[in-house]
């Protein structure tokens, strides 16, 4: 356990040095045992910034990537977040270290098989950090399809979509509340840009920002057809 609170550290020093400055994501990468997310085998890498294949052609991003979009997502204490796309639940559990016991995360996922082994690692994760008298918010992992967001838990204060998405759906949108912040990586696969959308009285306002990221595709109705 000593020498991955060591991995955690250098993991997150590395991805400070790569301009991370939102102490409360670098707190929770220090915190959260990603070791727990990925492949037993895989576990000596678990803590180098690289992206790592699970299960079902699906990944678990790179360190860096994961501390962009959640800093670009502006979390705070107790706010009610929606994730579409659960992957291994790695990004759920950090979102739920940051906006703590009093928030709520709604992660969704379209391969029910996927759903099972992020519901496994978070209660993992979650046994592990309650023996340091940590708690998480409470994580809903649910088997639907992520492209139509989640009517049934919102409105959502934050929407992090972690798939490249052709667009940001409409419908994401109308479940956000005012004020509320989507990220999304928009464009195809092998190369997206990071979009900022911000809800102020009904309109919505994008900013564009960093591009040249990789990410598996969105499924569902409003997801990619082919790749």
Do not use: W
């Amino acid at each position: 356990m000593e020498d991955f609170e060591k991995k955690r550290q250098f993991m997150t020093d590395t991805v400070r040095a790569y301009g991370i400055r939102d102490e409360s994501v670098l707190e929770a990468m220090r915190i959260v045992p990603r070791h727990l997310f990925v492949r037993p085998e895989m576990q000596d890498l678990s803590y180098e910034n690289i992206a790592l294949p699970v299960d079902f052609e699906q990944t678990i991003s790179q360190p860096y990537t994961v501390g962009h979009m959640l800093e670009m997502l502006e979390l705070k204490k107790g706010q009610n977040v929606l994730e579409i796309g659960s992957g291994s639940g790695y990004n759920a559990a950090l979102i739920a270290y940051i906006i703590g016991k009093a928030g709520k995360v709604t992660s969704v996922e379209l391969i029910y098989e996927l759903t099972q082994i992020a519901i496994k690692n978070i209660a993992a994760a979650r046994s592990e950090l309650k023996k340091q008298k940590i708690e998480l918010a409470k994580t809903e992992i649910v088997c639907d399809d992520g492209s139509l967001g989640y009517p049934k838990n919102k409105p959502y204060d934050r929407v992090i979509i972690t798939a490249a998405t052709p667009t940001v759906p409409d419908n994401i949108f109308k479940q956000l509340k005012d004020g509320g912040i989507v990220i999304a990586p928009v464009g195809t696969p092998s190369s997206c840009r990071m979009v900022k959308a911000v809800k102020i009285k009904g309109k919505i306002h994008r900013t564009a920002g960093k591009e040249n990221f990789g990410f598996v595709p969105l499924r569902g109705e409003h997801g990619y057809r082919k790749y």
